[in-house]
């Protein structure tokens, strides 16, 4: 009997149970909390990315931009006035680069260039047809890309891309697996102010057979 009661009251006894519960719950609840300071501070570098871009492509579209830096092209300078602002909230161990062309109008990005003559009506171009178009990057040649390097002129729309991969700010991967690192890319297409007369581009036709 007297073992029996001795049982009992072993198994009344709750104290420390807390404890316990909170042992099976407590991997859990931290894997989630560093997973969601992980995601916030990834779209805070992103935002902040996208921000710094568009204001360094802004002061950029102007003839005689004054961006700073010590970058010996307009790109370069613009990478830098991104980074001068990423810098600051990323880990170590990232790389950032940003690319630079321009279009002739907003259109452009990311089409071909403007059929003008299509000659059998299938809009597609056809050099044997004697269709022409108007070549927007004046290389000589039909492109599904009229994109053009550099900044282009007056009027001319300027399109960048910065691409930021960076090391994980909470290493996850280390208990969850995946990726250890992110890729964010940022884009802008801003066009340049009027200081001269745009240029226009030449019409190219050709040879009908």
Not at 1 to 16: F, L
Not at 95 to 103: A, C, G, I, P, R
Request: negative net charge; glycine residues 12%.
């Amino acid at each position: 009997m007297a073992n029996k009661g001795i049982i009992g009251r072993i198994a009344r006894d709750d104290e420390g149970a807390a404890i316990v519960e909170f042992g099976f719950i407590a991997l859990p609840l931290i894997l989630i909390l560093l997973a969601g300071v992980d995601f916030g501070h990834r779209t805070y570098v992103s935002s902040v990315m996208q921000g710094s871009l568009t204001d360094a492509a802004r002061r950029a579209s102007v003839e005689n931009p004054n961006i700073g830096g010590s970058g010996s092209t307009l790109e370069e300078r613009v990478a830098e006035a991104v980074e001068a602002q990423v810098s600051n909230i990323v880990t170590s161990g990232y790389t950032l680069t940003v690319e630079q062309s321009n279009f002739y109008d907003f259109t452009g990005i990311g089409n071909p260039e403007k059929i003008v003559r299509d000659n059998d009506g299938d809009g597609v171009y056809d050099e044997d047809d004697g269709d022409c178009f108007s070549d927007l990057n004046e290389n000589g040649e039909f492109d599904t890309d009229t994109g053009r390097s550099g900044r282009g002129g007056a009027n001319d729309v300027v399109f960048y891309e910065a691409t930021l991969e960076m090391d994980a700010l909470v290493p996850l991967a280390n208990f969850l697996g995946g990726e250890s690192r992110y890729t964010m890319v940022a884009e802008t297409a801003i066009r340049n102010q009027p200081w001269g007369t745009q240029a226009t581009p030449p019409t190219i036709c050709g040879t009908a057979i």
